[in-house]
């Protein structure tokens, strides 16, 4: 099963991808080899996360893996231990930042095409009682650009 989180899915037609799962354009995998500057606030080596530059909410935070996968659309069923992973960190990092109240958060995923970065990523965003206007937009519940965690795991599952 770890053998299913630690591993890349490429994008199609990616050639900047080397060996160890990093992809040399990915700004995303720049953030995690420490190549950005960017403070690291979890790596494992199969998960990483850091602060967003842009926040949607007062705690806002991507949780990637540490290795290069493709969007929320090019996962298949294999990799719902590393979305599980995902989640976990976030409810970590949350917590560890005070966070406590879990039903004021929300955890997903921008469905392709509406994706910034290709580099999978789960947003991590708390209190959403506390969003603003464009964040509620941005990150709507049951719209055709965003999927909730939860929602993307039983996609996952139904996956044959």
Known sequence: MAAAVNTPTP???????????????????????????????????????????????PHRYPVVPSKHVGNC??????????????????????????VTDLND???????PPFCSVTHLHLHVLAPVSQMGFMSHLIYRLNSYYFITADQLLQRLNSMS
Request: glycine share 12%.
């Open 11 to 57: 994008e199609i037609g990616t050639t900047n991808q080397t060996d160890d799962g990093y992809d040399k354009k990915c700004i995303f995998c720049k953030i995690v080899k420490g190549e950005m500057g960017t403070e690291l606030l979890h790596n494992d080596g199969t998960v990483s996360c850091f602060r967003d530059i842009h926040p949607g909410a």
């Open 73 to 98: 659309k090019s996962l298949g069923k294999e990799h719902v231990r590393l979305e599980e992973k995902l989640v976990e960190m976030g409810k970590e990092i949350l917590q560890k930042n005070d």
């Open 105 to 111: 958060v929300r955890f997903g995923f921008h469905w």
